[in-house]
């Protein structure tokens, strides 16, 4: 869970950092000096393994490998949820199944004791 969070954290930021490049790429804001970034390099912002904020310079290509990574790691979990999503189902028919096999266990076990009283009560007549 801690990981996810750090992973949710850190897409967040990258995400943030891909808007910020992609804003980059439109024309009005090139004619704005404040948003001008020299040499096509800008500030990014990253989380360390123990989840302290750090900032890195980046260029242009160093920003599509991460918007890459984190196409990679969004459907890489998508397809977990969708694996988790179905593995749930199957639980849950499973879980169904077995709910079944009670009842019926518990029918039979019903017929077994009503039919041990009729041979309780037969050997009872006998004596």
Same mark, same amino acid.
């Given at each position: 869970m801690k990981f996810m969070k750090k992973l949710l954290v850190g897409n967040i930021v990258i995400l943030c950092t891909l808007a910020s490049a992609q804003a980059y790429d439109v024309p009005q804001i090139h004619s704005d000096e404040s948003f001008?970034? *020299?040499? +096509?390099? +800008? !500030? =990014? *912002? !990253?989380?360390?393994? +123990?989840g302290a904020v750090r900032q *890195? !310079? /980046? @260029?242009? $290509?160093? /920003?599509?490998? !991460? %918007? $890459? @990574? /984190? $196409? %990679? =790691? =969004?459907?890489?979990?998508e397809n977990q949820t969708d694996t988790l999503n179905q593995l749930i189902q199957k639980l849950s028919k499973n879980e169904d199944t077995i709910n079944n096999l009670q009842r019926s266990l518990d029918e039979a076990n019903r017929k077994i004791s009503d039919q041990q009283r009729v041979i309780e009560q037969i050997s009872s007549k006998i004596k």
């Open positions: 001008a970034m *020299a040499d +096509g390099r +800008g !500030t =990014l *912002a !990253t989380i360390d393994g +123990g *890195a !310079t /980046v @260029n242009a $290509e160093d /920003v599509s490998k !991460t %918007k $890459e @990574n /984190v $196409e %990679k =790691l =969004l459907k890489t979990q």
